[in-house]
C-alpha cells in the first residue's frame, strides 16, 4: 500500500454497534482532525466486506470493493501505521450464512455457504468462506504484542461511580466443570525448533497416509505445539455432567469461543448439542442426517429443520423435560445456552455470571446458580478458581479495587489455537505426526475418528518482544508482574525458557514472578481485594480471556479499555475494546432507535492515536488533539455523559454531541497552539448555546422503530439519517 494513498490515522469500517457508533462519531472525528491537516480515513475489515472482496468474480463493477484487509495486512508491517481497530464479528457458521443472504437479497451474487461440499467446486467455495470465519481480523493486523489496561480516568471513575456487583455465597453451587483427562490440556506436546523448518502434518491409518497440511514453515526459535482431545473422553464427560447438573437441581451452561477457536470450538459445541439430545440422535439419526441437520450449529438450527417433523418435535420436547433447566441467552424467547454457538461466549459469559455473583438466567426467567461446562483444562482453572475465590470471600468492591493490566502475547499469530489452518477432526483411527524437511517426527499422537487434533506455534521475534515489552511496563509501574505460565504444562515450559534468560540477563528476576493459571488468579485476586495493582503477563488466549474478565469486574464493561498493540516495526494499533454485546445494542436500536454502546474505548484509542502520531511524525498539533480528547473524555465521566441503557434517555448519539463540546472547548483553551484555539471557540461556542436544541432532536427519534437498511450491511444515507438526526449539530460539526 503506496504511502501517498494511507491517511494519518486509519479508522477500521466494522459490524454491528461499533459501526452504528461510527457513523455519529467518525464525522465529528474527521472534522476535528482536518483542523490540524490530520487525514482520516477508512479500511473496511466487516464481515460483509471481507465476503464482496472474497469473492471479486462474482460481482459486477460497481459492485467490487478493494481487500482492505490484506491492505492493512502490509500497513501493520510499516512504522507509518496507525491503525485505530473497532471490535469486527468473529463470525461462527450462522452468522457468515446471515451475512450471506443479506448480501444475495441486495443483488450480490456471491455463492451460498457450502455447509456439506460434494463437488470440488463447493469444496473450493467453502475453503474461501473458511478463510472468512472466526477470528480472521486480528491474526492478520496484530503484529506486535498487546498491552490493554484501563486508562487512569475510567478506572478513577468506577472506583467512584461502582457498579453494582451480585452477592456471592459459600453455599452457592455455581461451579466449573473440566474434562478429567485426555482433553488438550493433558495431551499437549511442545518443542522449540533449533533451525528454521518446513512440516507436513499427516494421519498414518492401516489404509495408508493422508496428508493433512503440507508446507507449514517455521523460523528457527519458533516454539511449535501440537494436542488432541478425545472425542469419546468429551462424550463421556458431557453425559456426566448433564446428570450430575440435573441431581444438583442447577442451571446447565456450557461456555466456549466458537468464534476465535473458529475450528475446534464448534466441534465441541455440537458435541454438547448431541450429548444434550442423545435420545433424539439415537432413534433419528438417520432422519436427521438426510435433513441436514449439523449439531455444530446449535440448537437452534437444528430446531429450524426439524420443526415440521412432529415426531421428532415430540422427542426433543420429552428429552428436554428430562433434562436439567438451561441457562438462557433469552428467556422470553426461549433462547437456550446451545442455540447459537456464538451467542455464549466464554471471555464475556463466564465474567458476567462471575459478577452476577455465579448466577444465571433459566428458562423460567429466573436467576439461578450454574454448571460452568468449559471442557478443556488449559483455563478452565481460572474460571474455577475465581467462583472459588469469590465464595470464600464474597464479591470484589469495584470502590476500593486495585487494577490488573495485561501484556499479552500475541504478534505474528501466536498461539491462534482454534483459529489456526492446523486443526483437524480426525477422519479415521490413527496416528497423526508433525514431520520436519529433515525427516524428523516432531510430534505424534495416536487418535480416533472424530478426535479434534491442533497445533500452534509462536514465534521468537514476539516472544522476546512480549518479555522486553512486560519489562518496560513493570518498570514504568512499578506493579506486581506475574507471567501467568504452567511449568507442567508443555508449552508454556518452553516459553519459560525464553522468559528466564531475558529476565536474568536484564537484571530483573526479582521483579517477576511466574505462576501458573489458578495460582496466578488467586493471586491477582488477593492483590486487587487490597487495592493494589499487578500487570497480568500471558499468552494469547489468555489474553483474550483476561481483558474481559478483571474489566467486567472492575469496570462493569471491557468496552472502555485502553488497547495499545505497539507493532514490532514501529507503527501502532490502538484497539477499541470489546464487542460481545453489540447484538444486543442493534436489536435495541432497531426496535427503540436507542443505541446503548459506549464509545469510551474509542475516546481513549483516539487520543492515543493523535499523541502517537505527534510523536511518530513529529507533529505537534497532533499532541494537542489527543491531550484535547482526554479532557473530552474525562469530561464524558465526570460529568455522567455516558449512554443509558434504556430508551427515552440520553444515548450513543448523546454521548458523541458532549464529546464533541468538551474536545472543542479544550482546544479553545488549550494554549499550545493559538490557530486551534481560534479555530475552535466558536465551534465550542456554537455547541454550548445550541445545547437544548440538540438534545431534543437528538432524543426526538427514540421510542420508535429505526431502518439502518440492513444488519451486516447498512445503507449509508439510512444510517446516517438515524445516527446524525440533529441538524443542529451536523451544521456545527459540517
Known amino acids: 500500500m503506496a504511502n501517498t494513498s494511507t491517511p494519518d490515522i486509519v479508522y477500521t469500517k466494522v459490524d454491528e454497534a461499533p459501526e452504528l457508533a461510527s457513523a455519529s462519531l467518525l464525522p465529528i472525528i474527521q472534522r476535528f482532525a482536518s483542523a490540524a491537516g490530520i487525514s482520516v480515513g477508512t479500511k473496511d475489515i466487516s464481515l460483509a466486506g471481507r465476503i464482496l472482496a472474497t469473492f471479486p468474480e462474482n460481482l459486477t463493477e460497481e459492485q467490487r470493493i478493494p481487500d482492505d484487509l490484506a491492505e492493512l495486512g502490509e500497513l501493520v508491517k510499516t512504522p507509518e501505521a496507525n491503525v485505530i481497530k473497532l471490535p469486527n464479528i468473529s463470525a461462527s457458521v450462522p452468522q457468515l450464512v446471515a451475512a450471506i443472504e443479506e448480501l444475495q437479497s441486495k443483488g450480490y451474487a456471491i455463492?451460498?455457504?457450502p455447509e456439506t461440499p460434494s463437488t470440488d467446486e463447493e469444496m473450493a467455495v467453502r475453503a474461501r468462506y473458511d478463510t472468512i470465519k472466526g477470528s480472521a481480523v486480528n491474526p492478520v493486523l496484530r503484529e506486535g504484542n498487546s498491552d490493554r489496561r484501563a486508562a487512569a480516568a475510567v478506572k478513577k471513575f468506577a472506583q467512584n461511580n461502582p457498579h453494582r456487583m451480585g452477592e456471592w455465597k459459600a453455599d452457592s453451587k455455581t461451579r466449573v466443570a473440566a474434562m478429567p483427562g485426555n482433553d488438550f490440556f493433558s495431551n499437549e506436546k511442545s518443542a522449540t525448533l533449533d533451525k528454521a523448518a518446513t512440516a507436513k502434518i499427516v494421519l498414518e491409518t492401516a489404509d495408508g497416509e493422508i496428508v493433512l497440511k503440507d508446507g507449514v514453515s517455521y523460523p528457527a526459535g519458533t516454539v511449535v505445539d501440537a494436542t488432541f482431545m478425545s472425542a469419546a473422553a468429551l462424550d463421556a464427560f458431557l453425559a456426566d455432567e448433564i446428570e450430575k447438573t440435573k441431581a444438583e437441581g442447577v442451571l446447565f451452561s456450557l461456555h466456549m469461543k466458537a468464534t476465535m477457536m473458529k475450528v475446534s470450538d464448534p466441534i465441541i459445541f455440537g458435541h454438547a448439542v448431541k450429548a444434550w439430545l442423545a435420545p433424539v440422535f439415537e432413534a433419528h439419526g438417520a432422519k436427521l442426517a438426510e435433513l441436514g441437520v449439523n449439531p455444530n450449529q446449535g440448537l437452534g438450527a437444528l430446531?429450524?429443520?426439524v420443526k415440521d417433523e412432529p415426531e421428532i418435535m415430540a422427542a426433543i420436547d420429552a428429552v428436554t423435560a428430562e433434562r436439567p433447566p438451561m441457562y438462557m441467552v433469552d428467556s422470553d424467547r426461549g433462547i437456550t445456552n446451545l442455540h447459537v454457538p456464538s451467542d455464549v461466549i466464554i471471555d464475556a459469559s463466564m465474567p458476567a455470571l462471575i459478577r452476577a455473583g455465579g448466577k444465571g438466567w433459566g428458562p423460567d426467567g429466573n436467576e439461578g446458580d450454574a454448571v460452568c461446562v468449559i471442557?478443556?483444562?488449559?483455563?478452565?482453572?481460572?474460571?474455577?478458581?475465581?467462583?472459588?475465590?469469590?465464595?470464600a470471600n464474597g464479591a470484589l468492591n469495584p470502590a476500593t479495587a486495585g487494577t490488573v493490566q495485561n501484556l499479552g502475547l500475541?504478534?505474528?499469530?501466536?498461539?491462534?489455537?482454534?483459529s489456526h489452518p492446523t486443526t483437524f477432526e480426525i477422519s479415521q483411527a490413527g496416528t497423526v505426526k508433525m514431520i520436519l524437511d529433515d525427516g524428523t517426527v516432531l510430534h505424534s499422537h495416536e487418535v480416533k475418528a472424530g478426535d479434534i487434533w491442533r497445533s500452534a506455534s509462536a514465534r521468537k521475534a514476539p516472544i522476546e518482544d512480549w518479555v522486553n515489552l512486560a519489562i518496560e511496563r513493570q518498570k514504568a509501574t512499578g506493579y506486581r508482574a506475574i507471567f501467568w505460565l504452567d511449568a507442567d504444562r508443555a508449552h508454556d515450559a518452553e516459553l519459560i525458557e525464553y522468559v528466564k534468560p531475558i529476565l536474568e540477563a536484564k537484571g530483573v528476576t526479582d521483579k517477576f514472578e511466574i505462576m501458573a493459571p489458578r495460582e496466578a488468579t488467586r493471586a491477582s485476586l488477593e492483590t486487587i481485594t487490597k487495592g493494589e495493582n499487578t500487570i497480568a503477563i500471558t499468552g494469547n488466549v489468555l489474553r483474550d480471556y483476561l481483558t474481559d474478565l478483571f474489566p467486567i469486574l472492575e469496570l462493569a464493561t471491557s468496552a472502555k479499555m485502553l488497547s495499545i498493540v505497539k507493532l514490532m516495526?514501529?507503527?501502532g494499533l490502538f484497539e477499541t475494546g470489546a464487542g460481545g454485546s453489540a447484538p444486543k445494542h442493534v436489536q435495541q436500536l432497531h426496535a427503540e432507535n436507542h443505541l446503548r454502546w459506549d464509545s469510551l474505548g474509542e475516546f481513549c484509542a483516539l487520543g492515543e492515536s493523535f499523541k502517537f502520531l505527534a510523536d511518530a511524525k513529529n507533529n505537534p498539533r497532533a499532541r494537542v488533539l489527543g491531550e484535547a480528547v482526554e479532557e473530552a473524555t474525562q469530561g464524558i465521566l465526570d460529568h455522567g455523559r455516558s449512554p443509558s441503557r434504556k430508551v427515552g434517555e440520553p444515548d450513543n448519539r448523546d454521548s458523541h454531541y458532549w464529546f464533541a463540546r468538551?474536545?472543542?472547548e479544550a482546544l479553545a483553551a488549550q494554549s499550545d497552539d493559538a490557530a486551534l484555539a481560534e479555530e475552535f471557540a466558536p465551534v465550542a461556542k456554537a455547541l454550548a448555546e445550541n445545547e437544548a436544541a440538540i438534545v431534543a432532536e437528538l432524543a426526538a427519534p427514540q421510542g420508535k422503530p429505526a431502518d439502518t437498511g440492513g444488519y451486516y450491511t447498512a445503507d449509508e444515507a439510512k444510517l446516517a439519517a438515524v445516527m446524525r438526526p440533529s441538524a443542529t449539530l451536523n451544521g456545527i460539526i459540517g
Not at 471442557?375 to 465464595?391: G, M
Not at 500475541?410 to 482454534?418: L, P, R, S, T, V
Open 569 to 571: 516495526n514501529g507503527g
Open 303 to 305: 430446531l429450524d429443520k
Open 410 to 418: 500475541m504478534a505474528q499469530k501466536a498461539e491462534e489455537y482454534g
Open 662 to 664: 468538551y474536545w472543542a
Open 111 to 113: 455463492p451460498d455457504y
Open 375 to 391: 471442557p478443556d483444562n488449559s483455563y478452565a482453572p481460572v474460571y474455577d478458581e475465581a467462583i472459588k475465590f469469590f465464595k
